[in-house]
């Protein structure tokens, strides 16, 4: 991101100077909170995660919507995304979802962002500093089960609850563990997570630990598993209207929040066997126009995609062409006869959509991402965060 863009923003319109923008929808995102919400256990708490900028939707703006529908908690990855939201304004709890490095303490202090934590040395330290400031330290527990990322030992949970308990300034707000495979049509892996939670949860009670807050739902599980909602369910990517994966079906009404946008920026007759971008690996079938926008892989749209997305005007699918570059790309709108009627005639500056609805035509993230090999995720994190900029509708 550009250093100087709120001086830039303040001269001028961001989205207009470009040509090319993502579309997030805040009243979409309301819709899908309360989809989720209505399908959860009355009293069950929400944590919307708003990490890595809110999948590229916008922390601050997402978060907001989310504090004005309800949500109990926010999930970020890191302090400075917690700062982040502090420094808008948000006062809600906020968990960062892993332990921060140790020179990261103070600001966590300071801010009231509560770390996970899975380390001795960290929760000493972090309860000293606290200590030394007059106030509380308080954090969950994140426990392994199976992920294998992060966490303390599922079946060593009990015993380091109970050893770091002592310090006086630690408060344990609540204790979590994360699936690895709970967006899978294969259950077994998920049913042994869900069970050696369980029993750390259980051996903590048994030895005096109360566990606090407990969750481990993300997305996947929050639609597929209510039996283990606990207190707390833990939304990411259903929040922005996703799915987890392709074979998650949510049995609820989720619409995608981001939409991504573009203008023709030229227009040209090439014909038959002309090439088309870098290497020119795309030649021309026949009498068509090939139509530029501005959007490229330094937009999150990867090069990897190349040749293998479509995108709409005027309702209609058109297939992209030949290399997508840094900063542009190309699709063409084939003409079927000499006289071409003025449908089929795109001009610069008419808007294209590379996610989302056109008429009765639609492109989603799923679909890109499957073309390119990757997740929704990811695109929606590149797409929204790199370069393009944003326009809340
Ligand atoms: C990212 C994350 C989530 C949300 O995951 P989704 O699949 O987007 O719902 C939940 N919990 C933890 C610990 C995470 O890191």
């Not at 609850?161 to 994360?178: C, Q, V």
């Not at 967006?183 to 009670?205: C, G, H, K, S």
């Not at 929040?257 to 030649?283: E, F, N």
């Not at 590379?354 to 390119?372: N, P, R, S």
Request: negative net charge; proline residues 4%.
């Amino acid at each position: 991101m550009v250093e100087n863009l709120s001086e830039i923003a303040a001269e001028y319109d961001l989205n207009s100077l470009r040509g090319s923008w993502v579309e997030v929808n805040l009243g979409t995102l309301r819709n899908n909170f309360y989809a989720i919400k209505r399908s959860l256990k009355p009293g069950t708490k929400v944590l919307s995660v708003v990490k890595a900028d809110a999948y590229g939707h916008g922390a601050v703006r997402c978060a907001k919507t989310l504090d004005a529908c309800g949500t109990d908690y926010f999930g970020v990855s890191n302090v400075i995304e917690g700062i982040e939201l502090r420094k808008a304004g948000l006062k809600k709890p906020i968990l960062m979802l892993s332990q921060p490095p140790a020179d990261a303490i103070d600001a966590l202090l300071e801010y009231e962002i509560m770390p996970a934590v899975f380390e001795s040395e960290f929760a000493i330290l972090y309860g000293e500093k606290a200590d030394a400031r007059g106030v509380r330290a308080p954090f969950h527990l994140k426990i392994n089960t199976g992920m294998n990322r992060i966490g303390v030992s599922w079946n060593e949970a009990a015993e380091f609850a109970r050893m770091i308990s002592f310090h006086r300034a630690l408060d344990l707000e609540g204790t979590f563990t994360h699936f690895a495979t709970a967006d899978e049509v294969d259950t077994l892996d998920f049913e042994r997570q869900a069970n050696r939670f369980n029993t750390a949860i259980n051996e903590m009670r048994a030895v005096g630990v109360n566990p606090g807050i407990v969750h481990c739902s993300n997305s996947a599980a929050t639609l597929k598993y209510p039996g283990v909602h606990f207190d707390m369910c833990r939304p990411g990517i259903i929040l922005y209207g996703l799915k987890p994966s392709p074979s998650t079906i949510p049995q609820i009404d989720l619409q995608p929040v981001m939409s991504v946008k573009a203008k023709i920026t030229d227009v040209r007759s090439v014909p038959i066997g002309d090439g088309v971008s870098y290497g020119l690996h795309y030649r021309s079938r026949g009498y068509a126009k090939i139509c530029t926008i501005s959007v490229g892989y330094a937009d999150g749209l990867h090069r990897a995609l190349s040749g293998k997305i479509d995108f709409l005007l005027r309702g209609q699918r058109y297939h992209q062409v030949g290399s997508i570059c840094m900063d542009q790309c190309m699709f063409e709108v084939p003409q079927k006869r000499l006289q071409v009627s003025a449908t089929e005639d795109p001009v610069p500056g008419e808007i294209v959509t590379l996610i989302g609805q056109d008429g009765d035509a639609c492109v989603t993230l799923d679909e890109m991402a499957e073309a390119g090999n990757t997740i929704n995720y990811e695109l929606a994190c590149d797409l929204g965060a790199m370069r393009l900029h944003r326009k809340y509708v």
